[in-house]
């Protein structure tokens, strides 16, 4: 299974047999200068409307978009609701966290999370193996936020995403500020990384990679 970041909260998960799954396609322009989306793909999955995270009609392949919990081309995904903020949705409106398997790893796309996981909601998650989380602040939780929520989930591998860089010009932090102080951390020049179940790191592992657009 590879995993490609193109950007922002936008992720390309390509199993062994080729099915493409991409998260949160974005809208480019603006502070948000990634390079406009091209990839096709076969799933689509949207955590909440707005213009950085529901770019669907950038995705070409005809692909099935999925919002909430439902079982498409064989792969199996769990919604989990949350909020876009800490005000119980009252700011930025809700916020839905995808997991879902691809090749025997568990992935848990946060979405724009921008609270502290209750009980039941870190239990409707499940294992995870592969965390990918919003670490920037401001819109989402921040640095302090996302670490106690890497400490709960105890993911094998976190791969960091929606945080201030040269093509994304938000009021929010950098990648920096999470990174600080944490041991097993990878800083990658390359935007896709191929995992495979048995050889999933024993301690968890912190990747920070290129976007590719």
Known sequence: MRIKWLGHSCFVITSDSGLKI?????????SLSYGKITEAADIVTVSHDHSDHNNVAAVSGNPEVVRGSARVKGIEFRAISSYHDEAGGRMRGSNTIFCFEVD???ICHLGDLGHVLDDKQVAGLGGVDILLIPVGGYFTIDVKTATYVCERLQPRVVIPMHFKNERCGFPIAGVDEFLGGKSGVSRLDKSELEFEKEGLPAAAQIIVLKPQL
């Open 104 to 106: 025997g790893i568990a």
């Open 22 to 30: 991409m998260t949160d396609p974005y809208l480019s322009g603006g």
